[in-house]
């Protein structure tokens, strides 16, 4: 499947949501980073994987459209054998982005941005977690400072959290 959607969305989560799982093992790649040569190497882990242990692969490729058409070709063979299951981030449509023969063989699962009240759960349950989260220090979000992180997040997760951790950092400088 291709992820499409706006930064902080949930396309990195859902895909390690996708292998929950003991018999698939998660490789990430970004295109940004990676050519065909890695993912020659990705492929014959996850076709040795699948031989010798029986385990599945779950390819999450971030920024998928950054990948050329010929790269985006070397996903075909391996995707239509099942030696790998593709999730593709994207921010951008991929019905432009992404070429026509790895499209059609993926679905498109649009996400949007977050709400105003899946962010102020996000902050609250940032707050509240000691073990990942801003919980040990016990702070505390005053109901406009709480607004002002909502409308500044603009539905981006990753926003709202950097946004209280470096709130917190500087608080813990006074």
């Not at 998928?64 to 985006?72: L, P, S, T, V």
């Amino acid at each position: 499947c291709i992820l499409w959607g706006p930064p902080g969305s949930g396309k990195t989560t859902v895909s390690r949501l996708l292998t929950a799982r003991d018999d698939v093992e998660l490789e990430t790649l970004s295109a940004v980073l990676s050519g065909v040569k890695d993912l020659r190497l990705l492929f014959e882990r996850a076709r040795q994987r699948r031989e010798l242990e029986g385990r599945g692969t779950l390819l999450f490729v971030d920024e998928i459209h950054r990948f050329n058409k010929a790269q985006q070709d070397a996903f075909l063979p391996h995707v239509e054998s099942g030696t790998v299951v593709l999730v593709g981030a994207t921010t951008e449509n991929p019905s432009f982005e992404v070429n026509g023969p790895l499209l059609s063989r993926c679905r498109v699962v649009v996400l949007e941005p977050l709400d105003a009240r899946d962010i102020s759960l996000l902050v609250d349950n940032a707050l509240a977690d000691e073990d990942r989260g801003l919980g040990k220090p016990g702070l505390v979000l005053e109901d406009d400072a709480r607004e002002f992180l909502r409308r500044q997040a603009g539905g981006d997760a990753r926003g709202a959290l950097g946004a209280l951790e470096a709130a917190a950092h500087q608080l813990s400088l006074l």
